[in-house]
C-alpha cells in the first residue's frame, strides 16, 4: 500500500521556476523496491485523452527517464530517506498550466508510463502570460 501527496502547486508567471513535492507513505514494501513518477492532465481534456507523462524515477538506483517532450526544462529527484519525490520546472510557460500527479508502481521499470497503481490527488499549476 503506497499513499502520495503533492504539494507546491500554484499560480506562477511565465519565466518562473517551481518545484513540487511528493510525500510517499509505504506500508509493504521498500520504497527502494517501487518507482515513481509525475504526470499531468491539462484542463478542457477531451474525453478518453489520457493524463501525460511527464517522467519517472527509480528507487533503487535514482536513473530518470523522461517524456522527449518533457526533456530540458523537467527535473525529478527523489530522497528514499525522506520518502520524497520533486519535481523541478523551469521556464514555466502557459501550455505547462495542468494538474500534476505523482505515481508510483512496484517494481523499477521507469521506461513504461503503464502499470502505475497508486496516485496522488494532484496539484494545481496555472501559468499566467
Known amino acids: 500500500q503506497v499513499e502520495l501527496n503533492e504539494s507546491g502547486g500554484g499560480l506562477v508567471q511565465a519565466g518562473d521556476s517551481l518545484r513540487l513535492s511528493c510525500a510517499t507513505s509505504?506500508?509493504?514494501?521498500?520504497?527502494?523496491?517501487?518507482?515513481t513518477a509525475w504526470f499531468r492532465q491539462a484542463p478542457g481534456k477531451v474525453v478518453g485523452k489520457e493524463r501525460e507523462?511527464?517522467?519517472?524515477?527509480?528507487?533503487?538506483?535514482?536513473?530518470?527517464n523522461y517524456a522527449d517532450s518533457m526533456k530540458g526544462r523537467f527535473t525529478i529527484s527523489r530522497d528514499n530517506a525522506k520518502n520524497m519525490m520533486y519535481l523541478q520546472i523551469d521556464d514555466l510557460k502557459p501550455e505547462d498550466t495542468a494538474v500534476y500527479y505523482c505515481?508510483?508502481?512496484?517494481?523499477?521499470?521507469?521506461?513504461?508510463?503503464?502499470?502505475?497503481?497508486?496516485w496522488g490527488q494532484g496539484t494545481q499549476v496555472t501559468v499566467s502570460s
Open positions: 509505504v506500508r509493504t514494501f521498500s520504497p527502494y523496491n517501487y518507482a
Open positions: 505515481a508510483a508502481k512496484y517494481g523499477n521499470d521507469i521506461n513504461s508510463a503503464a502499470g502505475y497503481d497508486y
Open positions: 507523462f511527464v517522467g519517472a524515477i527509480s528507487g533503487t538506483t535514482g536513473r530518470t
